[in-house]
């Protein structure tokens, strides 16, 4: 769980150490049992897509020859810029100033990009067609920037659609807005070090279109698009911008990424902020363990969750990385495999093999879009189905070509945190067209650098495990273990998939049963690590990572992928892989067996070469399904569940209840980028239903409010439902037990006095089977955690429900 850290429960296997200390050049005393740490791990393999304009610098370290790239395996999508994007910045939309004040921020070209015309003599239409090209080309450009970082081609997002950009979908002023949309994000992306401000955004527009300039740019700030991170000139601007009156209260479950993320983002937005955090620590599934040891005091970062940034092109990790200074390292492509016998796998074998892999991959989308075609509810897993084509095909009989072809399968089983068997074979790809494109990378130092800028400032507080989240029209009520409470307007729950799964929060309602349905569905999946610290780096400094064979298929996963981060870490570091079954196995080992194990394995490969593999320094082991605030991984496409489970998981609850993380976007699942996103999305999603509220009460005062409770107390006269003084109105539109209701209680004293509130269909049904109503109002507001208030206080979600009401009893009048 993101919101919480620790040290796994004790296992029958003795786990209880988490780090192998080298003792006199031997190998540990089996008297000092070792310890393990269980962090949540984010996925750290997608294959970059075709390649477009970075807005990175080249990352450090040499380039190596062309070979294979041995991760996931992705199609590639080649962006096509359409023709009405180029039109309506060749129609005049923009054009720089003849003379454009130099800008200490920006550096844009003096040419005139000016509007389209007839006349003029021959030189002067050259002209004029030559600054229409150069317009086209730099529209087309900055297209491509927007594309990388997520935006349609040619259309606008849910989110654009939702903040009404643009007072009509299509048309002229759509294709209008995406221009000035994508060169304002285009703009801020030339240099993530400043405060990118309105004026400066206006310097390149032409007046007439000042409107769509406030309109997109107030879209990309609140949306997290431009103006975010960690520069000092972003920091001063965004924590000094809301310096007057809170727009509301937010509870933070969790400082993950995306915990931290949405906290200093709502933050900026005017909003009042508390982060509760399980673990002594932030960072959730990312964590930098600093590893030491040796007589020279050696010492290495290693990354022991999330890792890898897959794809530097629009990703916002890498503007981070850029803000503070830091160089990126692109991960290289040489990746040699070695036989269990420690020989190299033949080329002509390994090509040879790879290439069948790929067409059973093939075969199983022609054949999954088939399936869908004909029947679309039908799933099976992705594991059987490529082994019916093995066998079919008679692909890798031969006992080389099967260890290959199970290393391959043990690599896709990484990339998806889960076995063969357990992947849906319809959409376990479903994220393939949002793939970010460009390098990976790593950090030098670890991400716990990127975490450790996240968390200034944030107001954070740690060793708060969560065991109860409470929501009603009046606000949500969270409790800590030690029984704390913390009052807030809504509460962001960023916790693991896992966590959720487990059901280690009790909500209050329960959720709705489609979003308990989509938690179920989803999978939630396992990759385990060691890292070794050596004194030497004895595997050589010319690749990033090479990979073992095993003749066993059900451990195939075992170690199968080494990463080197000498170039990194700061010293000689290795970190092996575990996934697939093997990961599960992995968890019952212990420690030092796994170390062992891991030598044996190294030893194989560089001792027939005549290398020494020495002792080592430190060893540290994951645990990250036994761990309490994870028990997982990373997120999966289960059999059964689909794409849209990442949305439905992602749905807010009575605008009071929010949820983030990585398991809740759908375009980005499994990766820190993911991460860092589902926190702006809800940010931003907070800030549009606090303004809604802020207006909500005002409208409320007005007169129509008083008609409104006149029309409503004589639909009171003839309930849905009536116990006791207590008076119910079902949601016409639903007949789900999660649907809301109206409820009135009347209170008789010298006059009548009425309260409401807006709770759930089956809450109502339970509140109707308890006797009088004393026990009924303290179930309510005891046991529910449901404040009873009066007409005015009402929040906006009773409002569409009277709307709904009004409008079908009035279908009922008149029919």
């Known amino acids: 769980m993101e919101t919480s850290a620790g040290h796994p429960p004790e296992t029958s296997h003795n786990v209880n150490s988490d780090e192998i200390p080298r003792q006199d050049n031997h190998h540990n005393d089996h008297s000092s049992p070792p310890q393990t740490t269980s962090e949540p791990a984010v996925s750290d393999s997608h294959l970059p897509e075709a390649k477009i304009p970075s807005d990175l610098p080249p990352p450090t370290g040499t380039t190596p020859p062309q070979v ?167 920091k001063e601007v965004k924590f000094k911008a809301f310096e007057g009156a809170s727009k509301g209260n937010v509870i933070v479950i969790g400082a993950g990424l995306s915990g931290l993320v949405a906290a200093r983002q709502l933050i900026s937005l005017g909003l009042k902020v508390v982060v509760l955090e399980g673990r002594g620590i932030p960072g959730g599934r990312v964590r930098s363990k600093k590893m030491t040891g040796g007589q020279n005091g050696v010492v290495a970062a290693a990354d022991l969750g999330g890792s890898v940034l897959t794809g530097i092109n629009g990703n916002p990790l890498g503007v981070l990385a850029r803000q503070l200074g830091v160089p990126l390292h692109k991960v290289r492509d ?8 420690g020989r190299t796998v033949n080329p002509d074998i390994d090509s040879k093999v790879e290439a069948s892999f790929n067409k059973l991959l093939d075969r199983v989308c022609k054949l999954r879009q088939a399936m869908l075609d004909e029947v679309k509810s039908v799933d099976v897993s992705l594991g059987t189905a490529l082994e019916a084509f093995r066998h079919v095909y008679r692909v890798a009989e031969d006992p080389q070509e099967q260890m290959l072809l199970d290393w391959h399968l043990a690599n896709l089983e990484y990339a998806n945190a889960s076995l063969m068997s357990n992947l849906s074979m319809a959409f376990w790809d479903q994220d393939d067209p949002y793939e970010m494109g460009g390098d990976h990378c790593f950090i030098p130092g670890g991400n716990e650098r990127l975490i450790r800028a996240l968390a200034e400032d944030i107001p954070i507080f740690y060793d708060r495990t969560v065991e109860s989240v409470r929501y009603g029209t009046d606000g949500v009520l969270v409790y800590a273990a030690g029984g704390q409470e913390y009052h807030g307007d809504m509460v962001l729950c960023t916790v693991p998939l896992g966590v959720l799964k487990k059901g280690n929060i009790e909500f209050v309602p329960e959720l709705p049963q489609r979003k308990k349905d989509a938690i179920e569905r989803l999978g939630f999946g396992l990759l385990n690590k060691v890292a070794i610290l050596f004194p030497y780096d004895f595997w050589g400094g010319e690749i990033d990572t090479f990979g073992h064979l095993t003749e066993d298929p059900n451990m195939r996963g075992e170690f199968f992928l080494f990463y080197s981060y000498s170039a990194v870490s700061g010293g000689p570091l290795l970190i092996a892989l575990v996934a697939g079954e093997a990961a599960v196995k992995f968890e019952k080992m212990s420690p030092l067996e796994s170390v062992v194990r891991v030598l044996e394995i190294l030893k194989g490969i560089f001792s027939p ?27 999966y496409v289960a059999i059964g569940a689909s794409g849209d489970d990442y949305d439905i998981l992602a749905e807010s609850v009575g605008d009071r209840l929010f949820f983030a993380g990585e398991a809740t976007n759908k375009q980005y699942p499994a990766t820190m980028h993911g991460a860092f996103l589902s926190g702006m999305r809800e940010a931003a999603h907070i800030l549009r239903v606090t303004e809604r509220r802020l207006i909500s009460p005002a409208e409320k005062s007005n007169t129509s409010s008083q008609e409104n409770v006149g029309v409503v107390d004589k639909f009171f006269e003839t309930p849905d439902l009536k116990f006791g003084n207590f008076s119910v109105l079902y949601d016409p539109m639903s007949t789900d037990l999660e649907s809301n209701c109206l409820i009135r209680v009347e209170l008789q004293g010298e006059k009548f006095l009425h309260l409401y509130s807006l709770i759930s269909r089956r809450l109502v049904l339970e509140l109707s089977k308890s006797e009088g109503d004393l026990s009924r109002i303290e179930m309510l507001t005891r046991e529910f955690g449901v404040k009873l208030v009066g007409w005015n206080n009402l929040s906006a979600a009773a409002g569409s429900l009277i709307t709904s009401i009004k409008s079908a009893r009035s279908v009922c009048i008149w029919s």
């Open 68 to 234: 294979k790239r041995r991760r996931r395996r992705k199609r590639f999508f080649t962006d096509i810029i359409p023709t009405s994007v180029s039109a309506a910045a060749a129609s005049g939309i923009r054009v720089l100033r003849p003379n454009p004040k130099p800008s200490t921020a920006y550096s844009y070209s003096e040419t005139e990009l000016a509007s389209t015309g007839i006349g003029g003599d021959l030189s002067k239409n050259h002209n004029r067609r030559r600054r229409m090209s150069d317009l086209a080309k730099e529209v087309d450009v900055e297209a491509l920037i927007a594309i990388s970082v997520g935006f349609p081609v040619d259309s606008l997002t849910e989110e654009e659609i939702e903040a009404n950009v643009v007072s009509q979908i299509g048309g002229v002023e759509q294709s209008n807005y995406i221009v000035v949309r994508n060169h304002i994000l285009a703009r801020w992306r030339s240099n993530v070090t400043v405060w990118l401000t309105k004026d400066h955004a206006l310097e390149s527009i032409r007046a007439e279109h000042k409107n769509l300039v406030h309109s997109a740019y107030t879209f990309l700030l609140q949306h997290g698009y431009i103006n975010f991170g960690v520069a000092p000139a972003i």
């Open 334 to 341: 040489i990746c040699p495999l070695y036989l269990p016998n």
């Open 609 to 635: 070469k005549g290398i020494a593999v020495p002792d080592p320094l430190q060893a540290v082991c994951t645990r990250w399904g036994q761990d309490q605030f994870s028990y997982g991984s990373y997120s």
